[in-house]
Structures are given as C-alpha cells and as structure tokens.
C-alpha cells in the first residue's frame, strides 16, 4: 500500500506517530516510523459491563486509564521516549456515548454501548407510530416534486437501537439529572472519540470529526449538521452537541502532565470509515467487508451521498479539506461476539480448532445457528430476535456446531450482501478483510473454513476476483485480504 505508507512517512516527517484504535473487544495501540512500519504495540482487552438484560455498558475511567496506559506500553515497546513522538490519532468503535457534566467533567452515567438494547421498546414505537408514517408521506411528496435526495432519504427512515438517537433519548428521559443539566445548557454528549479528546485536552478541547458524527443517527448528512428536525423528535437539545471538524483537524495537545510532554492530537476517525481508509479505498466503487466483533460492510461512493436502499445507510467516510468521501454501509452486529461466546460455553478451547471441527464434518446435519445476540439488522430489523440453535438431534456433535455457527456467519452477510453487490459501479475486484481480535476473534485460523461457505453460499462467481490469503501467513499486527 504506497500510497498509504507515502502520506504516513510525509505526516510523521522523520519522527513517530502513534496510532490508538478503541475496538469493541480489543484496545490497541501502535506506533509507527517514518515507512508506516510498526515499531511497538500494546493492547487491552475492553471490559463491557451488562447491568441488567440487553444492557451494554463501558466504565469510562476504566476505559481510561486503559487508552493512557497502551499508549506508555505501546511507546515503551519501542523504544521511545514520549518526546519522540510527532501526533497521535485516534480510532474508535461508533455509536457508543456518554454525556457528562460541562462545569465538572463528571459523568452522568457510564459509556452505553453501541451494542444496547435497552431502547428497543422505544425503537419499535418509534418505527410503528404515526410520526414515522406522516413523514414518510411527506417526504415522498416532496420528492416527487423536487427530486431532492434528501427527501427520498427521509420517506424509507427508520430507526435502531444502533442510532445513538433513541439511545440518548432513552437517556435523557430515564436519568433526570443528564435532563435537567441539558436544560440547563451543562451538558456534554460525545461518543468515545470526543470524550478522550476532552480527557486528553483536560477539558480544553470538545469536539468530533465528520466520520464519527455521521454514524450517530443524528447527523444530517446532506446538510453536513446536526439534525435539528430529529433533534427536536427526540427531545434532545441542540446545546449537548460538540462542535464537528475535519477528520485530519489539529485538536490540540494532549496535556503535558498525562504523558510528559505535549502530543499533537492529528486526527478522529470511526473505526470503519479508517479501516476503508487504511486499506486505501480511495475510489468510487471499492469495496471492504471486515469481520471483528460485527460484520461491516462498506462501499465508497465517492462525493455522492448514498440514498438508502437495499438495508445500505450513507456515512461521511471522511473530510479532509475541501474532499469529502461518502461510503453506503450495512452491517450485522454479532461476528467475533458469537465466536467468543461459543469459546466461553466451552466448544472449543482454541481459535485454531474451529477451522478443523468445521471441516472434520461434511455438513452441519442440518443444525442452524441464528447470530442475534444484539437483534437482527438489516433487512430484518427486530432488536428482540434471540441468538438460537435450531435442529439439534441426538447425534449433533460439536463439530456441527461450530460448523453451524460459521456458516452462520457467512449466511448473514449474504443476506445482507446479496442485493447490494449487484450495484452498478461496485468494484468487481474486491478486498475483504478480518480484523483481529486476539482469540476472541474467529479470524485467526477459521479464515479457510469460513471461506469455503462463503464461496458456496454466495455462489462459485460470486466474487471472481476476490484476493484470498491465508491469515496465518500473514503478522498479527496486520489486516488483510481473507
């Protein structure tokens, strides 16, 4: 990737930069030379509390002292001192926030979880009611007499317990003292990129890039704000909202006393749009599937903002200068979260066995698994589908198990594939990755079991050009083609 290692050597300018990326299982942090080259590494693994059924919750001082602490170990693996490096940037999962208090910096309550459910009543009143149904009537109107995209957006809206929308709604009519700070103009709301931000400025800095803003569910992408109109739906005062910049925006230093010395702070970024980035889909049409604790699947459209249709959602890739990058996503949540579940019931003892078991039988023997332990996504839609085996019989082994939970995996993302890959000015020529999240993740060696289901339930021309490789050949710190 020239271009990619290119525009890295240029940022650092002979020195190191330092790359921190929030995942939802795993928190890493490299840091790289002058020729994009990993020099040390450091993860963590990110503890996720559930306080009661379909709650997803992380402890923000927790998360914390982790993100500060692979960044010493990461800095340290190096052989660095914190003077020698040149900016830092910033990665994380989407969709998960948190509000806090503006004159204190306190939280009000812990980081909820992009994963959450405890706004599906909500989400399904919401999609149900007649709100929902007049401004699909209206919108469709308005559309046939503008042709204005942003209109024909809004007559298919729906919602999920994915949009931090209902989520912070939920918030603010269940937790009285984040209400009554909003109402008071003392509230903060930032998804985890702000709030390390603000943690990292000590309070100096508050605010989000356009990727990371994009993927909340309350950004109006083709106004590039805010969205007042959904602002005002749900209740939410325009005040809570952090001011939103480019992508590759100078957010100030990270303070003197965390580290030692002042770090520029280079670049925010969602986690999806710098995995599109960082595999150099740079043009309309290219393609990235990644498979960590979710399926996400992402095509960029260039400077044309996607109008939903076939599941797919617009998300603001990027915004760098004047270039703005729009990618249409669809995603299904529960990929590296089944396989981690399946290790702890105790199928299997080691990553490296699932590929084996899968293929030690010739079928599943009829055995289904259904991967919704966060709901179904597109284009089912119901955050009250339970994860389940189906067709269990006296002779079911473990073996069909994991196979069934494999070709799971890769029934889901047909599902949400299938229509999508028919579109016009899709790359035909591929690149489809996993992401690694140490044996949490599936992706280890499971890569080639994984792979023949795919190509059988997609069909042998499915993806002609696809590049495979096997991951085992590759290092762990990298991310690459299946």
Request: net charge neutral; charged share 20%.
């Amino acid at each position: 990737m020239p271009r990619c290692k290119e525009g890295l050597a240029s940022a650092a300018a002979g020195t190191y930069v330092v790359g921190v990326d929030v995942g939802s299982m795993v928190l890493r942090c490299h840091v790289y030379d002058q020729t994009a080259e990993v020099r040390g590494a450091s993860s963590k693994k990110v503890e996720t509390l559930h306080p009661h059924l379909g709650w997803v919750e992380l402890d923000p001082e927790v998360l914390w002292t982790q993100v500060t602490d692979v960044i010493k170990e990461a800095v340290q693996a190096a052989g660095l001192q914190m003077n020698q490096i040149a900016g830092l940037g910033i990665s994380t999962q989407r969709g998960t926030f948190i509000t806090w208090n503006k004159k204190t910096g306190k939280p009000f309550h812990n980081f909820i979880s992009w994963q959450d459910q405890r706004a599906a009543e909500l989400v399904n009143s919401w999609n149900r009611g007649l709100i929902l149904k007049a401004i699909h009537i209206i919108s469709t109107i308005l559309y046939f007499l503008t042709r204005s995209d942003r209109y024909l957006a809004a007559s298919s809206l729906t919602f999920t317990t994915q949009h931090v929308s209902l989520r912070l709604s939920w918030i603010l009519q269940n937790i009285t003292e984040v209400q009554q700070a909003a109402n008071e103009n003392n509230c903060c709301f930032g998804t985890i990129d702000t709030w390390l931000l603000y943690k990292l400025t000590k309070g100096s800095v508050y605010a989000t890039d356009y990727s990371n803003a994009s993927s909340t569910g309350i950004f109006e992408p083709f106004q590039m704000w805010w969205s007042s109109v959904l602002s005002k739906l749900f209740s939410i005062p325009m005040s809570i909202y952090p001011p939103v910049e480019d992508t590759n925006h100078s957010f100030g230093s990270v303070d003197a006393e965390i580290f030692g010395v002042p770090i520029p702070i280079m670049a925010l970024v969602a986690d999806q749009q710098a995995a599109m980035f960082g595999q150099c889909c740079f043009h309309a049409g290219d393609v990235k599937l990644t498979m960590g604790t979710g399926i996400f699947w992402d095509v960029n459209t260039g400077n044309h903002l996607h109008t939903p249709r076939a599941g797919l959602y617009p998300v603001i890739g990027w915004k760098i200068g004047k270039e703005v990058v729009f990618l249409a996503e669809g995603n299904a949540s529960d990929a590296g979260s089944t396989i981690k579940w399946a290790k702890e019931l105790d199928l299997f003892t080691s990553v490296d066995e699932t590929s084996r078991m899968a293929r030690s039988v010739i079928d599943s023997e009829g055995v289904c698994f259904v991967p919704s332990f966060s709901g179904l996504q597109v284009p089912v839609n119901d955050p009250y589908a339970c994860a389940s085996f189906m067709g269990l019989k006296p002779s079911t082994t473990r073996n069909h198990l994991i196979r069934a939970v494999l070709e799971s995996i890769a029934f889901r993302i047909h599902l949400d594939c299938c229509k999508k890959r028919k579109w016009r000015g899709v790359n035909q020529h591929c690149l489809l990755y996993l992401s690694r999240e140490h044996e949490e993740s599936f992706c280890i060696q499971a890569d080639t079991a994984l792979k023949k289901f795919q190509t059988q339930v997609q069909g042998e021309h499915a993806y002609p050009d696809v590049e495979y490789m096997h991951l085992k050949e590759l290092p762990v710190t990298k991310q690459t083609a299946v």
